[in-house]
C-alpha cells in the first residue's frame, strides 16, 4: 500500500521505517524544514524502561496545586483561559488512584520494554551512529528515607521484568567517578543496567535518510491544512503544497494531533505539556557525566550525548506555548553544575522549550476512530523515544491487519 505518514518526529519516522519494511510505499509529511526538530529535538534522549512511572499518580494533585503558589515544583499548573486545560486536567485527576496508577504504570512498562527490544532489531539491521551509551540509567536519591521508598517502588516495575540494582553512595559514585563532588549529597541510587540513552533527533534524521534511499518520500516544509474524508475513509491530505493520496494514513502529529483529529470529528484526549532542556557541550572540562542519571529529589534528568550533555526537567501545564527565558533554566542548570561542577561548559548551554503530547492516562492512543483507513500512533508523553519503536511496530502490523507480537489489551480502545 501507499501510506502516508503524518508527522516527521520520531513516532512518525520509525512507523515510517516499519511500515517500509513491510513493503509499503510511504510518505512523511513534516512542517518543519526537517525531521525530528520539535519534540524529539529537546528531549532527555532516555529508553526508559525503568522510568515508567506514570505522572496520574495519587501525588500528583498536591504537586500541581502546590505549583500554584510555589515555582520550583516539578509538576507546574498555569492557570489559562483555554477550557481543554481543565476538560483535561479533570481527566488527568481522575487517572490519579492507586490502583490505575498502577495499571498504567504495568501498561507503559510492557509497551517500553518491547520498545526497546524493536530498537535493538532496528540498530542490529541498521548502522546509525546516535551517541548510544548502553550503560543503564541511575536513579538517585538524596535522603536514605527517600532511597527506601524509591526501592519499594520500583518493585512493580521488578515484578514485571525490570531488572535493578540497589546502590549506595559508593556505589553511585564507582558507577560514575564525574558525581564525586556531590557524593555527601546523595544517599544512593539505584540503578537500572537495561536501560540507556542516545540522541534521539541525531538517530531520526539518520533513519530517515535510510528511508529516503530505499524509495521513501519525505516532504519536509509541507504543513497540512485539511483532511478529506469520504465514505468513512479518507481521501486525500490537503496540504500548504498540495494534496497526498494513500491507501491508509497515520496520525503520528505529537501534541499538534488533536487539533487536526477535531477537523474530522475525532476527539483525542491529548494536551501539550510543556518541557525545559538544555543541551551544553562538554568542551575541555575534566568531568563530564559518564552514565545518564536522575536527580529524583529535584527530577532533574542528565543524559551524555557525545561532547554534549542534556539536562531536562519541569511539566509545565501550559497549553501551545514554548516562550522561554533564562529564569526557567535557572534551577536545572544549578543542580547540574552541583553535580557536575567539572562536567560542562555551562557558560554555553543552548535554552530549549518544547511540548509533550500527553493523554490523562500516559498511555498512547493506537488503531483506528471512526475512518477506516485513518491510524492513530500518538500521544507517547514524555518518553515518546522509548515508546517509539514498539508503537511503530505495533502500527504496522494493525495495518497488516496482524497481531501485534505483545498484548494490546488496555492499550487499545
Known sequence: MRV??????????????????????????????????????GNAGMIAPGHSFVWSSPKAPMILLKSLVLKDQALRFKLSADPRLYSWSWLFLMECTAEKARRNTLLKHRLAAYSQSILHDVIADERIDYDRNDRGIVYFHRSQQALDQGVEHMKLLESDGQEIRVLDRDGVVALDPSLAPAKEKIAGGIHCPTDETGDPAKFTRALAAKIV???GEIRAGTTITGIETSGGKVTEVRTDKGSFKGDAYVLALGSCSPLIAKTIGISLPIYPIKGYSLTIPVGNRPHPPTIASVDEHNLVAISRFGDRIRVTATAEFAGYDTSHKPADFAFMKGVTQELYPEGADYDRAEMWAGLRPMTPNNLPEFGRRRLGNLYLNTGHGHIGWTMSHGSARITADLIAGRKPAISMDGLLN
Open 213 to 215: 534511499e530505499r524509495g
Open 4 to 41: 502516508i505518514v503524518l508527522g516527521g518526529g520520531v513516532v512518525g519516522v520509525t512507523t515510517a521505517y516499519q511500515l517500509q519494511k513491510d513493503g509499503h510505499e510511504v510518505v512523511i509529511l513534516e512542517r518543519r524544514a526537517e525531521v525530528a526538530a520539535e519534540t524529539s529535538w
